[in-house]
């Protein structure tokens, strides 16, 4: 009797306790719910006590006899809001081990020094920087995207402005609440920023128009080994690469000899281009969709299957969807080159683990040259600003306004000098006039792209003060010790290649195909160029899968996107 | 008497006796509080979204929230339907559900008879465990996995080919073999899982039954085909009628992990697609018309195989 009772009473509480978890699961959710009300109440009475000012202040103005002076049409928040205001500012989270985007010292810092100042609470969001895509299309699609909604690229700028994620701006207003910004800015943003004639984004300064770090790494060594000159065409990279084969080293890992799976950024075919063919340019080179169908494409993708019928390039090189097999290959001696940005944690995740596996590894910048036929080596260039952001069109007009003093608060002189380098003696220290970094690892310590996600709004790069100092600075700031010549190298071929240097055409008008077959046409350029680079066997055989692959490519929706790309082109709707 | 009049007859019985709800849910309302847990998750994961099915009939956009988007009819759904990739992924996931079930659903059924067979106990739950444990390993980590083991450059099988002398076989960057090993490696994941039914199933087969079998002269196989087999009988047809429902479905995360670029003939699927167009590409509307599609599809198969299956005199699913 006593066994069964207590029997009884053991299975009741088990149930009692499953239905409180599940009741506590329900609590959790709820409380976060309510929390979110709260949120809401609060920017709905932001909202009133706004149009409550903005009544007072048109009244004022009528009583002063109707003026037009900008500055009269604007509260002046210096002082701080009223209310407090919730700024939520999209930060990339990019995987970095032992950095949490958004909450860190630096996060810490800008909500003491500026939210506190003007009553502002500013909130980061994690965006993935490999997902940003999706991640702003589930926030907006969600009604809980952050204020800004930014990328770095235009056209998909132009897809969420597509799809209504955006409030039209007030340039005066800007103006008024970030003068100093909107002096160095406002030109570029009234060009830049307008589509269907209407200015609806905003977009942060690129003093640096090509990347001064990014570099493809050859193994010096090997080339040494073999008498070889650095090549400087792609006949002479491709004849080294047969000498590197036939010597049994290895094969290239990327640059022409497409070390991984091009499934993004399409401008690999830039120096198969002719530049002078503007209409052509403007109507293939995009980064959001490959140009299958395009002559230059088409060289280029010869050149690959030249390179993988040989067995130049890695033959599993389609399985390599994020470069990570293309850097295990570098490092662990099988492959001769390898692309990427060169800064101070390249020492640890390439240089060492390379010198540890081949102790007698050499490294050195291959000349872009050698990834060009004729070694006419040419470039995307930049557009003359980075970051492109607009405002949330859910966003209030005490978010927007608190948005623009934001930018204007990061856009001084010693914000940005603070933000982007940390603080003297502890993040740096001055060697001839330039900071350099000191590795610091204490708790000031900046982000591994120094707090760049950060001040990406107002600007792309580091500011320096003169050419010189740039120089200098790029060199300490991303050299790993002991190879400062690597960037001293990337920064010597960017000037012999200099007029290489071609900026995509930017429309001013969303491509609306565009944003339709996209990524549609990304699937098919995936399985389309794999299977023609790794199956054709001949050149004929080449030319018939080519013509059959680009009719589909065409249908596909393609031919669609040149169309309107064309009638864009002709009503000189672009820069 | 039937066995199945029988035991209809019993239950009518049984349901005369029945007191009120009211009187059921004093005395069982524990259990009634369990099943609150269920049924709220089944609410808000399975129904409350299917009011978002309207968005196949909209032309909408993200910022339009529920009631936004103007209603555009069929239109959508020809759009779907006109799409280079449409038919494509119909064949592609019709056989690559209906191989799954050719090779996977048998699979389980003959390990737990075979199990079922095994006397050593410890054996029997080592070998269960392991049986059990690639269920458990997402389809990513198996996808990884796989590309180490199979691939034709790198992979570990195919270096110990090598070295014994023979020709590298393409598991993984060729169509038909792509199609082969994919087939493979999810029986071989979902078989141990799919056995605890039928165990649980092959554990409720009255005794007797064997013994009067044994008495008869009945070996092992022949108590195996005529006993145990036929009692488990039910379980197998409402299996089987649930994966028929899932024909026109299947992973998309398993597609995902094992595809490349190299072999795209039998990848393109429709939960694959479904995917690109929902997730990667904005269109919701298209994407959710695609959904809708397939679950009607999966809908009339489920009704049509209970049907048949009744009318042959099983129990069927509803």
């Given at each position: 009797m006593k066994k069964k009772t207590l029997q009884r009473l053991a299975a009741a509480g088990l149930a009692m306790a499953m239905v409180a978890g599940t009741l506590t699961g329900c609590g959790g959710s709820g409380s976060d719910a309510s929390s979110d009300n709260a949120d809401q109440a609060q920017t709905e009475e932001a909202d009133t006590s706004a149009t409550e000012t903005e009544t007072e202040t048109e009244t004022e103005g009528e009583e002063a006899?109707?003026?037009?002076?900008a500055a009269g049409d604007f509260t002046d928040y210096s002082g701080g809001f009223p209310e407090t205001v919730t700024l939520q500012v999209p930060v990339y989270e990019?995987?970095?081990?032992?950095?949490n985007p958004t909450d860190n010292y630096w996060t810490k810092w800008i909500q003491e020094n500026f939210g506190d100042k003007y009553n502002v609470n500013v909130e980061f969001i994690s965006i993935g920087r490999s997902t940003e895509v999706q991640d702003f299309t589930q926030l907006l699609s969600a009604g809980s995207a952050p204020t800004f909604v930014f990328h770095y690229d235009y056209p998909n700028i132009l897809a969420y402005y597509a799809q209504g994620a955006y409030q039209e701006l007030n340039a005066d207003e800007i103006a008024y609440y970030a003068p100093s910004f909107w002096e160095r800015m406002g030109d570029i943003i009234q060009d830049y920023g307008v589509i269907d004639g209407k200015l609806m984004v905003a977009m942060g300064d690129r003093t640096?128009?090509?990347?001064?770090?990014f570099g493809t790494l050859i193994r010096q060594d090997w080339l040494d080994e073999l008498q070889?000159?650095?090549?400087?065409?792609l006949e002479e990279f491709n004849d080294t690469l047969m000498k590197f084969k036939d010597a049994g080293y290895g094969f290239a890992t990327v640059?022409?000899?497409?070390?991984?799976?091009?499934?993004?950024?399409?401008?690999?075919d830039n120096s198969f281009r002719?530049?002078?063919d503007r209409e052509g340019i403007a109507l293939n080179?995009?980064?959001?969709?490959?140009?299958?169908?395009w002559e230059p494409t088409k060289e280029y993708m010869r050149n690959l299957n030249y390179q993988y019928q040989n067995g130049?390039?890695?033959?599993?090189?389609?399985?390599?969807q994020d470069g990570n097999q293309a850097k295990a290959n570098f490092i662990s001696g099988k492959a001769a080159t390898y692309s990427c940005y060169i800064n101070a944690g390249t020492m640890e995740n390439v240089i060492q683990p390379l010198l540890q596996n081949n102790p007698e590894a050499k490294l050195a910048i291959l000349?872009?040259?050698?990834?060009a036929p004729g070694g006419k080596s040419q470039a995307r260039e930049y557009w003359p600003f980075g970051m492109i952001y607009g405002i949330n069109a859910d966003a209030t007009d005490e978010e927007r306004i608190a948005a623009w003093m934001y930018i204007e608060w990061m856009n001084q002189d010693e914000v940005l000098t603070v933000l982007q380098n940390?603080?003297?003696g502890k993040n740096y220290e001055l060697k001839d006039g330039v900071k350099a970094p000191t590795g610091y690892t204490g708790e000031e310590k900046l982000s591994n792209n120094d707090n760049g996600d950060y001040w990406c709004l107002v600007n792309a790069n580091k500011k320096y003060d003169s050419e010189e100092e740039f120089r200098k600075a790029i060199v300490y700031v991303n050299a790993p010790v002991g190879y400062e010549y690597l960037i001293e190298d990337i920064l010597k071929y960017q000037e012999k290649y200099e007029e290489g240097f071609d900026p995509d055409t930017c429309f001013t008008?969303?491509?609306?195909s565009l944003a339709e077959y996209s990524s549609d046409l990304t699937e098919l350029w995936k399985e389309s160029y794999v299977q023609l680079v790794t199956r054709a066997t001949s050149d004929e055989e080449f030319e018939t899968m080519y013509e059959e692959m680009k009719q589909e490519y065409l249908d596909a929706g393609y031919q669609e996107i040149l169309d309107e790309k064309k009638a864009a082109f002709d009503a000189g709707q672009y820069h | 008497m039937s066995d199945a009049t029988m035991k209809k007859l019993a239950v009518k019985e049984a349901r005369k006796q029945q007191k009120s709800f009211k009187d059921c849910f004093k005395r069982d309302w524990q259990l009634y509080s369990l099943l609150l847990i269920p049924l709220f998750f089944c609410i808000l994961?399975?129904?409350?979204?299917?009011?978002?099915?309207q968005i196949a009939f909209k032309d909408w956009k993200?910022?339009?929230?529920?009631?936004g988007g103007e209603w555009v009819g069929f239109e959508i759904f020809s759009k779907v339907f006109g799409h280079r990739n449409f038919v494509k992924s119909l064949r592609n996931t019709l056989l690559l559900n209906v191989l799954d079930l050719i090779v996977g659903f048998p699979m389980p059924i003959i390990l737990a008879l075979l199990l079922n067979e095994v006397k050593n106990i410890v054996f029997k739950k080592v070998t269960q465990t392991l049986l059990y444990l690639?269920?458990?390993?997402?389809w990513v980590i198996i996808g990884g996995l796989v590309y180490q083991l199979?691939?034709?450059?790198?992979g570990v099988v195919n270096a110990l080919i090598q070295n014994a002398g023979g020709a590298p076989i393409n598991f993984l960057q060729e169509d038909t073999n792509w199609l082969i090993t994919y087939i493979v490696i999810g029986a071989w994941q979902s078989m141990g899982w799919g056995t605890i039914i039928y165990l649980a199933s092959i554990t409720s087969v009255n005794s007797e039954l064997y013994e009067a079998a044994r008495v008869d002269g009945a070996n092992r196989w022949q108590q195996m085909l005529n006993v145990t087999l036929p009692c488990i009988r039910s379980t197998i047809v409402i299996l089987l009628i649930m994966q028929l429902g899932k024909i026109m479905g299947g992973s998309f995360e398993r597609i995902m992990a094992l595809?490349?670029?190299?072999?795209?003939e039998y990848t393109m699927t429709i939960p694959v697609l479904v995917y690109q167009w929902g997730?990667?590409?904005?269109?919701f509307s298209q994407s959710t018309a695609l959904g809708l599609f397939q679950s009607v599809i999966g809908l009339i198969l489920v009704l049509a195989s209970d049907w048949i299956a009744k009318k042959l005199g099983e129990d069927g699913l509803v």
């Open positions: 006899g109707g003026e037009t002076a990019r995987g970095w081990e032992g950095w640096e128009l090509v990347s001064s770090n070889l000159p650095m090549p400087t065409t640059g022409s000899g497409g070390g991984q799976l091009l499934n993004k950024s399409f401008n690999f002719d530049l002078s080179s995009d980064l959001a969709v490959a140009a299958f169908s130049l390039i890695d033959p599993d090189f389609y399985l390599d000349d872009p040259g050698a990834n940390g603080f003297e008008v969303p491509i609306e | 994961f399975k129904y409350v979204p299917m009011a978002w099915l993200i910022k339009d929230g529920f009631f690639p269920h458990f390993l997402s199979f691939s034709v450059n790198t595809m490349n670029y190299a072999t795209t997730i990667q590409d904005m269109k």
